[in-house]
């Protein structure tokens, strides 16, 4: 249930149908010389006005849900043998979907933006610089293929190199990396509830949270809040622009554009993202800057049967499906055919 707003006192409450209830009786009685609370008229019509207030609010954001979007987004989910979450929204109106949006899921590579959020706090501090040279230690290694595993102890890489490793192959060596120089996952978190971000945490080498590791892996977030996050570094609202400039140009170089979301895009708009995967678990979030309505699309799965590595994975196939389902929805104009 969504909270409303209570303007006696200004307090937020979620006692939404009691509230309806009181206005919509207070409506009917309105007619009455003394209503049976032994307000006078005027007295009653000035909370009847009130309650009128509150409830064009209250009909105003239920517009903000888009409801036929939000019907062909669930018709194509059905039958999905997992758990999916899932958070749209139109950048130029304001309409969502939100599709078990605030549940909680495991980020699996996505938790690299968070990361990202946290070595960008560390040089706008001035501890760092997006050139400072930094020496490897293979303490940081992450075994399997990533480009910096082959790196030697002692070798030398600049940050923004890192940064891009994290964000563009996805490396997991260079974010184990990052999210030491950013103070380790303890400062992340607590930058993120800083922010407001109170479901986005780093699990992984993160002292304390190793239940959360457990049931989540290298971090946790919900399709809303990451989309949240996303926004809000597209808008420039966090740090400074140029900060968030450096971040969205970070955020456009995924090499992983096949197998998900990203693949369903046309190659000639920019799409700031970062998908990440596990066994039982296939996520995605991205910004589509479309030329008429720009969109988030955040789109999250675990528990899911299948879990195979293969393009035609049920998750992956049916977030291509939804990306596709998106981007024909908020450019119907375009011509361009996935060959």
């Not at 409450?13 to 049976?36: G, P």
């Not at 599709?99 to 909680?104: E, G, L, M, Q």
């Not at 959020?117 to 050139?131: E, F, N, P, R, V």
């Not at 892996?217 to 140029?242: C, D, F, H, N, V």
Request: some cysteine.
């Amino acid at each position: 249930m969504h909270n409303y707003p209570n303007f006696e006192g200004g307090k937020v409450f979620t006692k939404f149908k009691l509230q309806m209830q009181h206005l919509y009786n207070l409506f009917c009685e309105s007619k009455a010389e003394v209503l049976t609370f032994g307000c006078k008229k005027h007295q009653a019509m000035q909370k009847i006005i009130l309650g009128l207030g509150i409830l064009l609010s209250i009909s105003a954001f239920a517009q903000k849900t888009d409801s036929k979007l939000e019907k062909e987004i669930t018709e194509a989910i059905k039958g999905f043998n997992g758990d999916i979450g899932i958070y749209a929204k139109d950048l130029k109106t304001g309409k969502t979907v939100a599709i078990n949006a605030d549940t909680v899921f495991p980020t699996a590579s996505v938790v690299k933006v968070p990361i990202l959020l946290g070595i960008t706090h560390k040089i706008m501090s001035g501890q760092y610089t997006y050139d400072s040279t930094i020496s490897y230690d293979t303490a940081f290694l992450y075994p399997g293929e990533d480009v910096l595993g082959e790196f030697r102890q002692g070798g030398k890489i600049r940050i923004k190199k890192l940064i891009m490793l994290m964000l563009t192959t996805s490396d997991n060596t260079a974010s184990l990396w990052l999210q030491a120089l950013s103070g380790g996952g303890t400062r992340i978190n607590e930058i993120m509830d800083s922010l407001g971000y109170h479901h986005t945490r780093v699990n992984s080498r993160t002292p304390g949270r190793e239940a959360n590791r457990t049931e989540y892996g290298w971090g946790q977030t919900t399709p809303r809040e990451i989309a949240a996050l996303m926004e809000s570094i597209y808008r420039s609202k966090l740090y400074t622009p140029a900060a968030c400039e450096t971040m969205m140009r970070s955020l456009g170089r995924n090499f992983w554009d096949e197998e998900a979301a990203l693949s369903q895009i046309p190659p000639y708009i920019q799409v700031f993202s970062k998908n990440g995967a596990v066994n039982t678990t296939r996520n995605e979030i991205l910004l589509v800057n479309a030329p008429h309505r720009p969109y988030i699309l955040s789109i999250f799965t675990k528990n899911n049967k299948d879990q195979s590595w293969r393009t035609s994975n049920e998750a992956w196939t049916l977030t291509r499906k939804i990306s596709a389902l998106l981007w024909q929805y908020f450019e119907p104009g375009d011509k361009w055919i996935k060959p």
